[in-house]
């Protein structure tokens, strides 16, 4: 069982920023690849960042040259630097981590954060 704990959201201004953090713990070889997800009221849950193990990023358009994710693989770890924060932004964040649990026999699980709010207002 894979275990995400998210931290970091919060309540700042339009043009603020504000640091994710999410943390994977329990049975994990290794974490091959994160993502930041956003569902905001009455929308559906989009991608906004992801990371491989190989440390190759994607973006959602929107958040392209305002928000970074990183990650740390020892401390299976994942970050989301978002700057330049917009009221459209606001919405419930959630961390995503594809996981392999066992090498031999391959064993992988998708697991998920339980969530954090992330208010812009302007």
């Known amino acids: 069982q894979v275990q995400l704990v998210e931290s970091g959201g919060g309540l700042v201004q339009a043009g603020g920023s504000l640091r994710l953090s999410c943390a994977a713990s329990g049975s994990i070889f290794r974490v091959n690849a994160w993502g930041w997800y956003r569902q905001a009221p009455g929308k559906q849950r989009e991608l906004v960042a992801s990371?491989?193990?190989?440390?190759?990023?994607n973006y959602a358009d929107s958040v392209k040259g305002r928000f970074t994710i990183s990650r740390d693989n020892a401390e299976n770890t994942v970050y989301l630097q978002m700057n330049s924060l917009k009221p459209e932004d606001t919405a419930v964040y959630y961390c995503?981590?594809?996981?392999?649990?066992?090498?031999?026999?391959?064993?992988?699980?998708?697991?998920w954060g339980q969530g954090t709010q992330v208010t812009v207002s302007s």
């Open positions: 990371i491989t193990s190989g440390g190759t990023t």
């Open positions: 995503n981590a594809q996981v392999i649990v066992t090498l031999i026999p391959l064993r992988r699980d998708s697991s």
